[in-house]
């Protein structure tokens, strides 16, 4: 379930949404801390969490935090947590439940911010509050919903979430109310959004996704071993590439 197995073009097919907001996540990094494009730094300026601003009317700074990341590693672990549980939930719920438990998560998670201390003038960013709220989902599985999850995974998620509010407390700098918030917010969506929810499966992907080439293409019984071993050898290759040109990049801008 969190193990991926996929190649990096199947990943792409199965899970678009979490693609996408991988990329939105460290597109947006590159623009604002590597190349320091004018209008991302105005994306920053104009969408950055600050509750006294949202105290005056802004009130897309309770959204527009979720995309932003104060660092390189800060984008990628916020990224990294996405490709590990997200493919999981995204075929669980679909994409339309998947990204709406995604979005109301981090926007829960500025309002607890917000609502705390609506004067602050500090700001604040990072899918964090997002991320939890996909935990918050995973942890109702694991005490209501067993048979959508095995028991090693739920020994998995009930591992990452108590390190998840350990670091949450213990480190510095820390936006702890997002974190708790959208924790909640998932939680609490939860048992609608799962009222018909399967178990993940990677086959389900690959065999509805081959079905959808045989009814548009004719049917071929070698088709998916033809594409399986085309893809399979460069997936890897790829996903480290991105990785060591990123962490190269980040090297450079500490150094300039």
Do not use: C
């Not at 969408?47 to 105290?55: C, P």
């Not at 990628?76 to 939930?89: D, I, K, Q, R, T």
């Amino acid at each position: 379930m969190f193990v991926r197995t996929e190649s990096f073009k199947e990943f792409l097919k199965f899970y678009p949404i979490v693609s996408g907001l991988v990329l939105i996540n460290l597109l947006l990094w590159l623009f604002i801390s590597v190349f320091q494009f004018n209008f991302a730094l105005d994306l920053l300026r104009a969408g950055v969490g600050n509750n006294y601003l949202v105290s005056q009317g802004e009130y897309w700074r309770l959204v527009t935090p979720i995309f932003f990341h104060g660092g390189f590693s800060h984008a990628l672990f916020n990224s990294f947590s996405l490709v590990l549980f997200g493919p999981a939930l995204e075929q669980m719920l679909g994409k339309v439940k998947f990204i709406t438990v995604y979005l109301i998560a981090g926007i829960a998670g500025n309002m607890g911010t917000y609502i705390v201390a609506p004067d602050a003038f500090y700001q604040h960013l990072g899918a964090s509050g997002a991320i939890f709220g996909i935990f918050g989902v995973y942890l109702f599985m694991v005490l209501f919903r067993k048979h959508l999850i095995g028991s090693a995974n739920s020994q998995i998620i009930t591992i990452i979430f108590v390190l998840g509010l350990f670091m949450t407390f213990a480190r510095p700098n820390i936006n702890v109310l997002a974190h708790v918030f959208g924790l909640i917010g998932g939680f609490a969506l939860a048992p609608p959004l799962l009222k018909n929810a399967r178990p993940f499966s990677v086959w389900q992907n690959r065999a509805k996704h081959e079905n959808i080439s045989r009814s548009s293409a004719g049917f071929d019984p070698n088709r998916w071993k033809k594409r399986s071993s085309k893809g399979k050898g460069y997936g890897k290759y790829i996903i480290w590439g991105v990785i060591i040109f990123l962490v190269a990049l980040a090297l450079v801008n500490n150094f300039l």
